[in-house]
């Protein structure tokens, strides 16, 4: 099965509202990661966090390992906050350091 | 924060063409990666690179060749390239002792006729 799942599969918000990203995985991890994609762009790395809460301005990720979930928090979020959230955790399997990807949240902020 | 520098950025191909898609990073990281992503599929691992001279196969690596000969660039061939092969590609560097971070290019999006 997949080991990672992201849920909701797409969002809307209006303008300053809070939203709340999930992905759970079904395997023990060395990394997770979050990324931010806009439409043709490219993966823009927006944390590291392999357990623990960290912060970066207006978002906040959270990863629980003995939960096996990891969330990304958007807080009065802004029309270019829309794109693509991606998660993608780095499994304990001693088969190299690869991600395997989840299949993404899309956000759309309206004004 | 890395530099992962991918050419060319847009390429269209003919089928049974030879295909050399390049990456290089500037940040002295051992491993490399190629992705490539596609609507329904998501990101998928191809192939990637521990190192100078060494390749493995990813989840996906049909119809791929990879080549690194050094700890910059990294390459991904298509020998036969096939219109099934039409997609965005990315390339990644990322660390190893404990810190799996990966860093990714800005993608090459591929058409093959």
């Known amino acids: 099965g997949q080991q990672v799942q992201q849920s909701p599969a797409s969002l809307v918000l209006q303008e300053g509202e809070n939203a709340e990203l999930q992905c759970n995985f079904s395997t023990s991890l060395n990394s997770m990661q979050w990324f931010y994609q806009r439409p043709g762009g490219s993966l823009v790395s927006l944390f590291y966090?392999?357990?623990g809460t960290k912060h970066s301005g207006r978002l906040t990720s959270t990863t629980v390992i003995k939960e096996r979930r990891s969330s990304l928090h958007i807080s009065s979020s802004q029309t270019t906050d829309s794109g693509t959230y991606l998660c993608a955790l780095d499994p304990n399997n001693n088969a190299g350091a690869k991600l395997t990807f989840g299949g993404g949240t899309r956000l759309t902020v309206r004004p | 924060e890395a530099a992962v520098t991918q050419s060319p950025r847009n390429k269209v191909a003919v089928t049974g063409g030879k295909v050399t898609l390049s990456c290089n990073q500037t940040?002295?990281?051992?491993?490399m990666y190629w992705y490539r992503q596609d609507t329904g599929h998501g990101l998928r691992l191809i192939h990637y690179?521990?190192?100078?001279?060494?390749?493995e196969k990813g989840d996906i690596p049909d119809g791929y060749k990879a080549s690194r000969p050094s700890q910059e660039n990294f390459s991904l061939i298509l020998e036969l390239a096939t219109p099934s092969q039409t997609s965005v590609y990315f390339c990644?560097?990322?660390?190893?002792?404990?810190?799996?971070?990966?860093?990714f290019g800005p993608g090459t999006r591929l058409t093959v006729l």
């Open positions: 990644a560097s990322g660390g190893d002792w404990g810190i799996y971070e990966q860093y």
């Open positions: 940040n002295n990281h051992n491993n």
């Open positions: 690179s521990y190192g100078a001279g060494s390749t």
């Open positions: 966090n392999p357990s």
